[in-house]
């Protein structure tokens, strides 16, 4: 059994899933935590009532189709609906237009 720990080292060189097996010659004992592997979208905001900035959350009820934002700030809240797909931001800019609507 010569041969299998070099075809081991072949697969995961042609394992294109990061690399993360390969760590070049270093051996960490233990994992490091997962990361965020990609920059997630913001889900906190300015409000458009009294202009803290971060201080409106989006808390989505999935079940319920909806979705709700809040401002911690002065407590001024919007809901609107969400499928699978509406993000944070999109709720945020319903909330948004519906404030410039409310402002004709
Ligand atoms: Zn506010």
Redesign the pocket.
Same mark, same amino acid.
């Given at each position: 059994m010569v041969t299998s720990s070099a075809q081991l080292g072949l697969f995961y060189l042609s394992d294109d899933s990061g690399g993360r097996h390969l760590a070049m010659g270093k051996r960490k004992s233990s994992k490091p935590p997962p990361k965020k592997q990609r920059a997630k979208l913001d889900t906190t905001f300015s !409000?458009p009532? !009294?202009n +803290?900035s971060k +201080?409106v959350s989006i808390s989505f009820d999935r079940d319920m189709g909806r979705a709700t934002a809040k401002?911690s $700030? !002065?407590a $001024?809240k919007y809901e609107s609906r969400c499928t699978p797909l509406t993000d944070a931001v999109d709720v945020y800019h319903d909330w948004l237009d519906s404030c410039e609507e409310a402002n004709k």
């Amino acid at each position: 059994m010569v041969t299998s720990s070099a075809q081991l080292g072949l697969f995961y060189l042609s394992d294109d899933s990061g690399g993360r097996h390969l760590a070049m010659g270093k051996r960490k004992s233990s994992k490091p935590p997962p990361k965020k592997q990609r920059a997630k979208l913001d889900t906190t905001f300015s !409000c458009p009532f !009294c202009n +803290s900035s971060k +201080s409106v959350s989006i808390s989505f009820d999935r079940d319920m189709g909806r979705a709700t934002a809040k401002c911690s $700030q !002065c407590a $001024q809240k919007y809901e609107s609906r969400c499928t699978p797909l509406t993000d944070a931001v999109d709720v945020y800019h319903d909330w948004l237009d519906s404030c410039e609507e409310a402002n004709k």
